[in-house]
Each structure stands twice: as C-alpha cells, then as structure tokens.
C-alpha cells in the first residue's frame, strides 16, 4: 500500500514537472500558442490601464476635490499647492528607498536594446508606484510611462518563466507595451505601430501577429472594464494642396518646441546635479514650483486629459492658449527636471493640440482659413509627439483612430515625417534615447545591441599560449616560432608587461639580422584592447591601427590573450546573421 502511494505522488510529481516543460515547447514552436500567450499580456494590459487610471482618478478626488484636476474650472487654492508639495516629499522619499533596491531598472525600450528583453518585477512596481504619486498628486507627468512598465515587466516575466528565447522575449515585451498604449487611448493600431517603433525599433511579419493580437487584447479589455470617453474629433472633409503650407509651418513649430522642452528637461537635470542637492530634496522644490503654477490655472497640473478636452472643447482665445501652453511646457521641463517620475507622452500631445490652435488662429487672421480648428490641433498634437518621442506612424494612426479621416491621417503622416526629419537633422534623439544618451549609453533605438555587448574581447580572444622576452634573439624566436605556426607572438619584458607583438612576416625576413632582438621589431606597442571592450569597438581598432592582430591586457598591461581580426569579423557576421533569422522566424 505505501509503495503504491509513493508511486501515485511520484507519477504526480512527474507530471506537475512535465507540465511547463510540454507548455514552454508549445509555445516555442506554435505560432499560435505564441500569440495567445501575447493575448493574455494584451488583457493583462488592458485590465493594469483601467486599474491606474481609476487610482489616479480616486487620488484627484481625495486631493484636489474635484473630478479631472486639469479640467477644472477651479481648484482650492490650498489643494492647488498642497497636493504637489506632498507629492514631491513622497516622491523625495521613496528615492531614499528605492536607492538601495532599485539603484536602476531598465524600461521597456531600454530592456529590449540591451537586456535581451529582461525587466525585474520589483523595480517596475516601484516605478509605477513613483509614477501613480507623482501624476495623481499633480506633477506635470504622463502616465504612459507606468502602464508600458507595468506590462512590459509582466510580459517579460512570463517570457522568462517560459524560458523563452531572447527575440521572442524581446517581442513580448514589445507586446505589453503596445497593449498598455492601446487601452490608454482606445486606439490599437497606435498601441501595434508604437510597440514596432519604439520598444522593437523593427517593423517584421513574425512580430505582427502577436503585437496587434495583445493591442487588440488590451482595447478589448479596457472597453469593457471602463467607458472610453474623449472629445468627438470625426471629420469628414478633405485637406487641400494650400493647407499643408500650414501644416509644414506646424510641423517645423512642433519640432522647434519639442527639441527645446527636451533639452530644457536635461539642463534642469544638469544644473540641479551639479548644484549637489541630494536626490531626494529635488522633487520637493519641483512641488513647490508646481503648486505655485498651479495658483495660475489648474491645466498645468498632472498629465491634463481633462485640459484636453477643454482645448478642444472649448473656443480659448489667443492669449489664453499661449498663456496655458508656456505654462504646462514649464510645468513638464520642472516636473521632469526635478525627479518626478513620468514621461513627455500625453503632455507632448497636449502641448501640440495648443500649439495646432495657436497657429491655426494666426493663419486665420493672416491668409483666412479652410479648415476648422480642431483639424490644426490634431495635426499639432501628432507632430508634436513624434517630435518628442519618435514614432511617427504610431501618431498617424492615432490621428486616423480619432478622426477616422484618411485625408487627415495623411497629413498627420506628411506634418510628423516633416517632424521627425527636423529633429533628427538638429537634434538627433527622442525624449528616451535622449535621456539614454546623457546617462552615457549609446543606445539610439530599441534595436537589440546587448549582444553586442555581450560579445566582449575577454570572450572572443585566444587564451595567452606562448610569449617571447624582449631580449630574445632573432635566431631563437624563429626556432621557436617557425613560419606559419601562428601570426603574432606578444612580446613582454622582465615585469611581464606588454612590450609589443613580433609579427611572423617580420620575424622570418631575409633581410634581419639573426642577431637582433626581437624588441627591435615589435609592432603596435600602444595598441591594445581591453576585455570589457565590445566586438565593435575590436574591429573599430583594427581598423585604426591597421592591425591583424591585437593583444588584451588587464588593468596591469598583463597579457591575457590575442585577437585576431578576421576571427572576429566572422563571430560578428554569424550573431548578425542568428539575429536576422530569428526575427523572420
């Protein structure tokens, strides 16, 4: 009788064991599964959006007393700038917290380019929690930032629970993120094109199903958990030849602001850095100046859905638009340079929107106008967002999601092209890759480059095997070394430190004397690599020395291999070429 039982529990055992090993083959090899496995990220995503939106809702009701803080006619002026300066002390104090845990926690763009697709679950917690407190106590910050970490995170975990490999992880991921802007603007197609252009910087067929299947997903579930409201935008008229005159104007306007707002964001960063306040104490000044922004309206205050719907709702005049839009792009550049967490999405939207009315009344007054205004504020807010983040048909998409206007799409796409190509000339960046380039990463996009990272010198180079003193003959050397049994030899002296490499051509002509010392002949003495160094940087030094052959030393200058440049150029070829087939598979 107990034998049978162990036999029961093993047999049990077997199968809970067998259980996620039959799951994970499945999913690697069935595109399918693969794509109900990126479903199930897409509801996840939709239900975490609804789940902080509703916070972020139930928080402005405590705080400020009334139902959209940015929307609202009035706010207490004690909540206006109590709720801010409290937000900064809790954002101050979670830094204190997050400093020992958290000292950094990639993003799902981040993650993607170097990690392989790998996000921790802790971390993203924290940043989500940071950014929930610092938008719903009134911090100029979007919450599109919380909703792609959240599930960017839960997709990578699940990825990595299914030990799944690093490009189909890497598309995962990619579909979390495009799932979370889908439910955030009930707009799939732009939450498909933003997880291609940003988080996987690749449009390819195997990423398609998977990435629309969780957008779709996602907007299923937030449609049914929450009501999508947002202003009427359907527009049913055409966009003549002499109005993308005006929408060239916008766009290059666009452009202007967004590189401007990015850059003002890093010199707060920067100033405030070298000024040597703690981390912690920065949020709470950057509350101190948002509550007393917000004396002057409560537009500027957090990421200003309902300050959306009064600049496309309502006829503000001249003046107030630009009083409103100055003021809200100062709030994000504090908000942001001060250490709220959050990112420029929804505020580069909202400042386009100002911006499309501000020049939309001046065109009017100047050359008269054909088009009704709203069209100009949808135009600017997309050409103002791929400015600032850098997917320009993700924001056509929104444009043709919100309007359902082909004509208008077009011109969204020609005004954000327009965008993107300024910004790329004069600046180079998007808000994120920007903020990567300050850190000191070289990260321009999403593409994946950690394994370029990961194929090092320390890993590509042949282990030291012979060495020649620097006081060995010539005569010794080739008896030692005879032509065709190596290409270099390094040459070290009595500390064993790098002297130069005796190249084998050399060493064996006709013309040396067998009497010389080999260190009469060594080559590239200050040349070297190191091992941390990645497999571009090796070829960029072969080819600046004009070397076959360079050795890698330690910190001491002490040998500890060679590397041969033709070895390397086919070790990169081949991880170019793994890479390429797995995107098309």
């Known amino acids: 009788m107990a034998s049978r039982l162990r036999s029961r529990r093993t047999r049990y055992l077997l199968r809970r064991l067998r259980s996620p090993l039959l799951l994970r083959k499945l ?17 996840f995503a939709g239900a975490s959006v609804v789940a902080m ?25 004690w909540r206006a700038v109590a709720g801010p300066v409290a937000g900064g002390v809790l954002v101050g104090m979670s830094y204190l917290v997050g400093r020992r845990w958290f000292r950094r926690v990639a993003d799902p763009i981040e993650a993607n380019a170097v990690g392989g697709g790998r996000i921790p679950i802790a971390g993203s917690v924290y940043i989500s929690l940071q950014t929930i407190i610092s938008s719903g106590f009134g911090a100029s910050v979007g919450m599109e930032a919380a909703y792609t970490q959240a599930s960017s995170a839960v997709a990578s975990w699940l990825g990595q629970r ?36 940003l988080v996987l910087a690749a449009y390819s067929v195997a990423a398609l199903l998977p990435v629309l ?34 929408v060239a104007v916008l766009a290059i306007a666009a452009a202007a602001f967004g590189i401007l707002v990015m850059r003002a964001v890093a010199s707060l960063e920067g100033l405030l850095n070298r000024s040597r306040l703690p981390v912690w104490v920065q949020p709470m000044m950057g509350g101190v100046g948002m509550g007393l922004l917000a004396l002057t309206t409560p537009m500027v205050l957090s990421s200003g859905h309902g300050a959306m719907d009064v600049i496309l709702g309502q006829n503000l005049t001249l003046w107030a638009l630009a009083s409103v839009f ?28 100002i911006l499309g009315k501000i020049i939309g009344i001046i065109w009017m007054m100047t050359f008269g106008l054909e088009l009704p205004l709203v069209i100009f504020s949808v135009v600017g807010m997309c050409a103002f967002a791929t400015a600032v983040i850098g997917a320009p048909m993700a924001m056509s998409f929104l444009a043709l999601e919100l309007t359902q206007s082909l004509p208008l799409a077009l011109s969204v796409l020609f005004s954000a092209l327009l965008s993107t190509a300024i910004v790329r000339q004069f600046f180079g960046f998007s808000f994120s890759t920007w903020r990567f380039h300050l850190r000191g990463e070289s990260i321009r996009s999403a593409a994946d480059v950690g394994w370029v990272r990961e194929l090092t010198a320390g890993r590509l180079m042949r282990k030291l095997a012979a060495s020649l003193s620097h006081a060995t ?20 002296d009595d500390a064993d430190a790098y002297v130069g490499l005796c190249l084998m051509t050399e060493l064996h002509s006709e013309e040396l004397d067998p009497k010389a010392k080999v260190s009469d002949i060594a080559r590239f003495p200050s040349a070297w690599l190191r091992p ?13 020395y004009e070397a076959d052959t360079l050795v890698v030393l330690n910190d001491d200058k002490k040998i500890l291999g060679t590397l041969n440049e033709q070895y390397c150029l086919r070790r990169y070829a081949e991880e170019v070429n793994k890479r390429l087939y797995s995107e098309r598979t």
């Open 213 to 246: 299947a969780a957008a779709i997903a996602a907007t299923a579930i937030a449609r049914v958990l929450s009501d999508p409201h947002g202003p009427n935008l359907f527009f049913a008229g055409n966009i003549t030849f002499e109005s993308y005159v005006a």
């Open 532 to 544: 941390e160094q990645n497999v571009r940087d090796a070829m960029n030094a072969f080819g600046r």
């Open 53 to 77: 939106q509703e916070i972020i809702h139930l928080l402005g009701l405590w705080i400020f007393a009334v139902d959209d803080v940015s929307g609202a006619a009035d706010v207490h002026p």
């Open 473 to 492: 003959t010539v005569a010794e050397a080739r008896r030692r070394f005879p032509l065709g049994s190596t290409k270099a030899v390094p040459i070290i």
């Open 27 to 43: 999913i690697r090899r069935s595109e399918i599964a693969y794509t109900m496995l990126a479903a199930l990220v897409g509801m």
């Open 326 to 353: 100055l003021l809200k792009m100062l709030a994000s550049v504090l908000s942001l340079g001060t250490g709220f967490r959050g990112g420029l999405f929804f505020a580069s939207i909202l400042l386009g929107a």
């Open 162 to 197: 299914l030990r799944l490999r690093r490009e189909d992880l890497r598309k995962l991921v990619a579909a979390g993120a495009g799932g979370a802007i889908a439910a955030a603007f009930d707009a799939p197609l732009t939450g498909a094109f933003y997880a291609f252009e």
